[in-house]
């Protein structure tokens, strides 16, 4: 299975430096211009499947980047639950501290991090089983993202995640 992840377009929450997590923003002109560059480097793909968190802000680019493929939702791609971060500037949230797997820290409605690492690891399970040779495209969000690079690396000991930085409109390919 080849398995194409990408990041959703940019939305007038990132060009603030605000905190989305579940609130549903649409992309900004940006954004489009983000998630059509997408398209445009991923159009030699034939993805069989196409898979969008509900969130606004991925579908769209899901929508852009595969405008004739039926778009299935699953909200197992929905972002981390922020909690009282939400709207807030991302220099209030303490990234190493929310994602330490050994610590799982779900202070202010943040959802825990093993808790978004197994929601995460159950789709990719599932897709792997049911899809053995096809080619998938995932369309979610910066937190997923990071969520997913441990289904396919090692945890570190001492449970402190990396933040793997794939900006709005990128993507990743694993093969699975």
């Known amino acids: 299975m080849d398995l194409y ?5 940019e939305t007038g929450y990132n060009k603030m430096g605000l905190l989305q997590g579940r609130t549903d923003i649409p992309l ?6 983000q998630a059509k560059k997408a398209k445009t480097e991923l ?3 034939n993805f069989d499947l196409v898979i ?3 969130l606004k802000r991925a579908l769209e680019t899901a929508e852009i980047i595969a405008p004739n493929k039926e778009i ?3 909200a197992r791609l ?12 991302s220099r209030l949230y303490d990234f190493d501290f929310y994602h330490n797997l ?3 820290h779900t202070e202010k409605g943040v959802e825990g991090i093993r808790e978004l690492i197994v929601r995460v690891r159950k789709l990719i399970i599932e897709l792997k089983s049911k899809y053995p040779d096809s080619t998938i495209l995932l369309a979610t969000h910066g937190g997923l993202v990071n969520a997913i690079l441990y289904c396919f690396e090692p945890i570190p000991v001492d449970g402190k995640l990396r933040r793997i930085g794939l900006k709005n409109g990128e993507f990743i390919k694993y093969h699975l």
């Open 28 to 33: 900004n002109q940006n954004g489009i211009e």
């Open 43 to 45: 159009e030699h793909i």
């Open 72 to 74: 299935q939702i699953d």
């Open 102 to 104: 050994l610590e799982n």
């Open 78 to 89: 929905n972002e981390r639950e922020l909690g009282e971060y939400e709207g807030k500037p």
């Open 52 to 54: 969008s968190s509900p």
């Open 5 to 9: 992840i990408v990041r959703h377009g």
